[in-house]
């Protein structure tokens, strides 16, 4: 049970936006200068409290300001999804939980990703006795379904421009809670079948404009449809549209996900 709210689950999206964040450096439209909170859109990244292992997947750039602005102190794991610079740049910001837990944090993703991550972060990698004051991780390449807390968690690659990422199932006594598919072009059968009825799926969502790596609102939604979802949010969000606007535009089911959006299954 999640220690906070006393349900099964909580999850929170730490970071809604695509890979430069939104407001985007420099930009002068709309949404960039928005005072809606909802368009202020940090690089994409999840926590999840099962009441057992709270974890994250992926460590964003904005990592330290997410964890402080939504008062998590502790992370006991975390998902990757890929290597790409939005997704891991805020590996270095983990020292902290380190130090609180005093243990070399388990990281699991699939083996290229962390052969770059080790590659990027050499000194999270080194063998040393003693975590702390220092960032240390203890990298487990998956590839299948495995046990994190009470949950199952089911790695679901899905094709990403050239590259394959990792979106990730979380099941607990056979329900299928939460489905996490933030960077992909195209979600493929099978996974379709995989998480098909899952109760809440958080998926890339990138703009209306097709892109070659990313799945554009309509296709998000399409994908919605063919699973099935119970509730959907977008994810890995533009500046191309507001907060707003993009909720009007929406069916019921369906929403975008903002900064601090938290989720939670009972
Ligand atoms: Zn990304
Ligand atoms: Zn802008
Ligand atoms: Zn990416």
């Known amino acids: 049970m999640c220690r906070t709210t006393g349900c099964l689950l909580r999850a929170v999206v730490l970071g809604s936006g695509t890979s430069q964040g939104v407001p985007m450096i420099g930009c002068r439209c709309a949404v960039c200068r928005s005072t809606d909170p909802r368009d202020q859109r940090t690089r994409a990244s999840?926590?999840?409290?099962?009441?057992?292992l709270p974890f994250?997947?992926?460590t964003a750039?904005?990592?330290r300001t997410q964890c402080l602005r939504e008062g998590i102190a502790d992370v006991g794991a975390v998902l990757y999804t890929h290597h790409h610079a939005d997704h891991v740049l805020g590996l270095d910001d983990l020292r902290r939980f380190c130090e609180l837990r005093r243990e070399r944090l388990p990281i699991f993703g699939p083996a290229s990703t962390l052969d770059v991550l080790a590659r990027m972060f050499p000194?999270?990698?080194e063998p040393a006795a003693d975590a702390s004051g220092y960032?240390?991780?203890r990298p487990q390449a998956v590839d299948a379904p495995f046990p994190l807390g009470s949950l199952t968690v089911t790695p679901l690659p899905v094709p990403h421009g050239r590259i394959t990422t990792?979106?990730?199932?979380l099941e607990r006594d056979g329900r299928k809670l939460l489905a996490y598919l933030s960077d992909c072009q195209a979600v493929p059968e099978n996974i379709l079948w995989t998480i098909r009825s899952v109760e809440v799926l958080i998926i890339d969502g990138l703009r209306d404009e097709p892109h070659p790596t990313h799945l554009t609102t309509q296709e998000a939604v399409k994908v919605a449809r063919q699973v099935e979802a119970r509730r959907t949010y977008l994810t890995h969000l533009t500046h191309h549209k507001s907060h707003r606007h993009r909720e009007a535009e929406l069916p019921e089911d369906v929403a975008p996900a903002f900064d601090g959006l938290s989720i939670t299954l009972c």
């Open 56 to 58: 994250l997947i992926d």
């Open 46 to 52: 999840l926590y999840v409290d099962d009441g057992v």
């Open 123 to 125: 000194y999270a990698f």
């Open 166 to 169: 990792f979106g990730y199932l």
């Open 135 to 137: 960032v240390r991780l």
């Open 61 to 63: 750039t904005d990592l």
